[in-house]
């Protein structure tokens, strides 16, 4: 009975496992920077002048808790990595994101499920598709001078607060570029 129940905690574990990182290991992540700039010298950050906490394009299918999750898992991986949020005074760099996802039935061609009410077809499933864009820029400018994004598509993509910290750190990885 004990060898049983240590066997179903473990699958349980693996299991949970599995579907927490599912969604982030779909993501294309990619990366841009200027040439030219000393990004060694960046310590302190700020939200993008103008912006909504760092949220540059507010859209319909913005979901508003993703964005605060967004901004949380934004924060904490800067300051985990040394960086700090501004308290006053001009910072060294400024920070933006965009977000947008959507979801959509995807169907399997060629299963319907015949005499049924069922309106959707068998094999049918939800799809997410996302995108989450991160930027840096410099005091003054406008433009950035690096971004970084994730796209993909997945049926429980950016679901959980630990999906959105992970594509987080994923894009954030690639700064400051060497």
Known sequence: MV????????????GMACTSARGTKELQVKSWAASGVAFSSLKVFSWKPGSDGGLVKSSSDTYRPLVDRVREAIIGELEGRG???????????????????????????????SGSMNPHPLGSSYVRTGFLMISIGLPGHTDPVWTGSASGQSPRLLLRHMQIRETVHRILTQFPPL
Do not use: C, H, N
């Open 83 to 113: 960086y700090r949020l501004a308290d006053s005074g001009v910072p060294d760099f400024w920070v933006s994101f965009q977000v947008a996802m959507t979801s959509a039935r995807r169907v399997v061609p060629g299963s319907r499920e």
């Open 3 to 14: 060898k049983r129940g240590i066997v179903l905690v473990l699958a349980l574990g693996v």
